[in-house]
């Protein structure tokens, strides 16, 4: 299985509020968080991330396989960025170079070299802190969330009982069809087919996708008239639905979600004035020579 | 009135709202140096833009009103459980083709990401809500699950994708309303041609070359460039090589449609969001996204129209 959720009851700080309050206050962290790329503001972000992640009862155990690919990931694109300063041209124009290193050899006439500047090595560390921590608090909440509580949770974040049904279908449904694909995979190797080793141009590329892509799609859509049965015979949107949990909203989650819109408000009022752009200490510019 | 024509009405008022409060409250002010956001808007024009803002709502209301009473509305126990399907596929789908699980290499600058034939198809045949639910919600937990958080207008964009894919059921005549596709999609397609042949030394936004160690700024290919027409050309040959299907000629002509739109309006509004510029948001992200996202239209889809119209003459629904 490709994705599962790992949800179990613990003790975290995650499951001590209401999901639909957690869902506002994670919505509220990520769309402030977008707004900076200023090392100093997005430390507070991280702060919360840290906190969250120790507070969140998920063990290690458990999410090492998720934990390790954001680490990779995360990782392996800060330093892209940091070795070839691509991408952080839109938010820094000058740099101060800390070092030059140029190979003492060359390829073909071109010669490696590696430019070491503030901008850069600051560009990649809030790189780091940031993307780190969205992913972070992204990934905590597929273990943290009751999968029973789904439904219940978007119905009461205001969607309707129809497209909160299928947001909580939705989420059920991709590591089933994670597994679905895996399978076919699994079943198309079998028979010599490799996904990694597609040959030809790009036109017989993706017409070779086809034995991968069209069975998991129809299997799926096969697959749903059982379930469109089984909603039919218990009359489902006939009348409005009743869910069999109850969330309660209290003092607590109010607080969370005040904290959530509030950053929120903050960050959007420190965009307007100006803040949070990219950031380098003055101490490592004079460093550098600046 | 009837209260779903009532909550379109409130929904479309409080979009007006919002739009009143950016233009005229918010677009008053000069833009700060070094802000992130920049809402300014030319006061002496203002009223003009606020009537297309206006016209533009109208028509959506008007769209709604015309073709209320059609079945391609209607949300049952059916569309709920399509919506659900398609969202978690193409979900799973573009997280494992997104780069970073199956590393599929590209094909000069056109990364093989074959996801986006699934809003088209479940827009084409479960309707525009399902195709909506199916790219908007879709995208949203696939980028979720890759870890690189949340693009709102992206999101929409794909929605847009299967939304206007499913248009088709709005009209009466089929093969008339793939003319008025093709001509609207053609205009497009040239229009987008052009300015990258006026643009051609723009980075390739949407690349990322490992060989190279480039990211986002690799200057577009001649075939990333291009490959808007050249999936256009592949569209058209769909289109009449299967003229006696018209399943299949729906399907490609309208999931065109809705990528071009649906990834246009993403790319245009990052000209608000990201500050790009006209050049950059079409040549350097609209191009090479909704290029290649033809390729795999005109190739994949087919199969699944193919595929699904087996499937339900076996199981007779």
């Known amino acids: 299985m490709l994705v599962a959720w790992k949800y179990r009851k613990r003790r975290s700080i995650i499951q001590w509020f209401d999901p639909r309050a957690w869902l506002t206050f994670y919505g509220c962290f990520f769309m402030s968080i977008l707004g900076f790329w200023d090392f100093r503001f997005l430390m507070f972000f991280f702060a919360i991330t840290m906190i969250v992640l120790f507070n969140s009862g998920v063990t290690w155990k458990e999410m090492r396989r998720a934990f390790l690919f954001i680490i990779v990931f995360v990782f392996f694109f800060s330093i892209l960025t940091f070795l070839t300063g691509r991408g952080g041209s839109e938010v820094y124009t000058v740099e101060h170079t800390i070092r030059d290193f140029k190979a003492s050899f060359s390829i073909f006439g071109w010669t490696p070299t590696l430019k070491i500047t503030v901008e850069r090595a600051f560009y990649a560390v809030s790189q780091f802190v940031r993307i780190g921590s969205i992913a972070i608090m992204t990934i905590l909440i597929p273990y943290s969330l009751n999968p029973a509580l789904y439904g219940i949770t978007f119905k009461g974040l205001g969607l309707n009982d129809k497209f909160a049904y299928a947001m909580d279908l939705t989420m059920r449904f991709i590591p089933t069809f994670g597994r679905d694909f895996q399978l076919t995979v699994d079943a198309q190797r079998a028979r010599g087919y490799e996904l990694e080793k597609l040959s030809g141009g790009l036109i017989e590329q993706v017409r070779k996708m086809g034995p991968i892509f069209v069975p998991v799609t129809i299997h799926a859509i096969i697959g749903s008239e059982d379930i469109i049965d089984a909603m039919d015979l218990r009359a489902f949107g006939v009348g409005p639905r009743t869910w069999i949990d109850v969330l309660m909203r209290d003092t607590k989650d109010r607080i969370l979600i005040g904290f959530g819109v509030a950053i929120f408000i903050i960050s959007l009022a420190l965009g307007f004035m100006g803040y949070g752009k990219f950031w380098v200490p003055e101490v490592l510019l004079k460093l550098a020579g600046g | ?317």
């Open chain 2, 1 to 317: 009135m009837n209260k779903s024509l009532t909550n379109i009405a409130i929904s479309l008022g409080v979009v007006l709202g919002f739009f009143a409060l950016v233009m005229f409250v918010l677009g008053a002010g000069e833009a700060q140096e070094g802000a992130l956001f920049n809402f300014s808007v030319d006061q002496a024009t203002v009223g003009l833009r606020f009537l297309f803002v206006v016209i533009g709502l109208l028509i959506a209301f008007a769209v709604y009103y015309v073709t209320k009473e059609n079945s391609a509305w209607e949300v049952g126990t059916r569309q709920v459980v399509w919506m659900a399907i398609g969202a978690a596929l193409y979900a799973v789908f573009s997280w494992l083709f997104n780069g970073t699980v199956f590393v599929v290499p590209s094909v000069s600058q056109v990364a093989i990401r074959p996801a986006v034939a699934i809003p088209m198809f479940f827009g084409y045949a479960f309707g525009p809500v399902v195709g909506f639910f199916t790219g908007a919600v879709g995208n949203m937990f696939g980028d979720a699950l890759t870890g690189f958080g949340l693009s709102p207008q992206w999101s929409i964009g794909n929605g847009l994708i299967g939304f206007i894919a499913g248009c088709w059921m709005l009209f009466k005549d089929r093969k008339q309303s793939m003319n008025t596709v093709l001509y609207v999609s053609g205009g497009l397609v040239v229009l987008t041609a052009l300015l990258y042949f006026l643009n051609r030394n723009q980075p390739n936004m949407l690349f990322f070359d490992p060989d190279n160690n480039i990211f986002g700024d690799a200057a577009i290919s001649i075939f990333a460039g291009l490959s808007i027409v050249v999936g256009f050309i592949l569209i058209l040959a769909v289109r009449f090589g299967f003229a006696s299907n018209e399943n299949v000629a729906t399907a490609v002509m309208w999931g065109m449609l809705g990528n071009i739109l649906g990834l246009g309006f993403a790319a245009i509004s990052d000209i608000w969001i990201n500050g790009y510029t006209l050049a950059v948001a079409v040549v350097g992200e609209f191009l090479p996204a909704a290029g290649p996202n033809l390729i795999f239209a005109a190739i994949l889809v087919p199969l699944l129209v193919g595929a699904y119209a087996s499937v339900q003459r076996q199981s007779g629904r």
